[in-house]
């Protein structure tokens, strides 16, 4: 049973973390564009906050509630970037946590992990 499959099928959707099922190169490089093409939608999104910061506040409510946006954008921005720089370690990651000392052995540990993942789903 792997771990994270909720979260890790949302990032796929969000261009963050390639399908498992998607080994071939052919398909690797699509997922490849398609997270280059996120990444530069959401980098597009952010600049004409910017500019509207520079070019069109005329009072502090106005500034306020455009940077209040583009500090989200911005952050937004920093997360899929570091997602994106980490996903060695991130699978890395979620591999160790199906191996041997994280691995439930016991029946109850296996009806809790069970009982979680209905949860999530």
Same mark, same amino acid.
């Given at each position: 049973?792997?771990?994270?499959?909720?979260?890790l099928k949302i990032l796929t959707m969000a261009g963050?973390?390639?399908?498992?099922?998607?080994?071939?190169?052919? *398909?690797?490089?699509? @997922?490849? /564009? @398609?997270?280059?093409?996120?990444?530069?939608?959401?980098?597009?999104?952010?600049?004409?906050?910017?500019?509207?910061?520079?070019?069109?506040?005329?009072?502090?409510?106005?500034?306020?509630?455009?940077? @209040?946006?583009?500090?989200?954008?911005?952050? /937004?921005?920093?997360?899929?970037?570091?997602?994106?720089?980490?996903? *060695?370690?991130?699978?890395?990651?979620?591999?160790?946590?199906?191996?041997?000392?994280?691995?439930?052995?016991?029946?109850?540990?296996?009806?809790?992990?069970? *009982?979680?993942?209905?949860?999530?789903?």
């Amino acid at each position: 049973m792997r771990v994270m499959q909720v979260p890790l099928k949302i990032l796929t959707m969000a261009g963050c973390w390639p399908p498992v099922s998607w080994s071939s190169l052919c *398909k690797q490089a699509v @997922y490849n /564009a @398609y997270t280059i093409f996120i990444t530069l939608l959401l980098f597009t999104f952010m600049l004409p906050q910017l500019m509207d910061i520079i070019l069109n506040v005329d009072n502090p409510d106005e500034f306020t509630d455009t940077l @209040y946006i583009m500090l989200a954008m911005v952050i /937004a921005c920093c997360k899929m970037l570091s997602l994106v720089m980490n996903r *060695k370690n991130i699978k890395i990651l979620t591999d160790a946590l199906i191996e041997k000392p994280f691995r439930p052995l016991e029946p109850d540990e296996i009806e809790i992990q069970q *009982k979680f993942g209905n949860i999530i789903q």
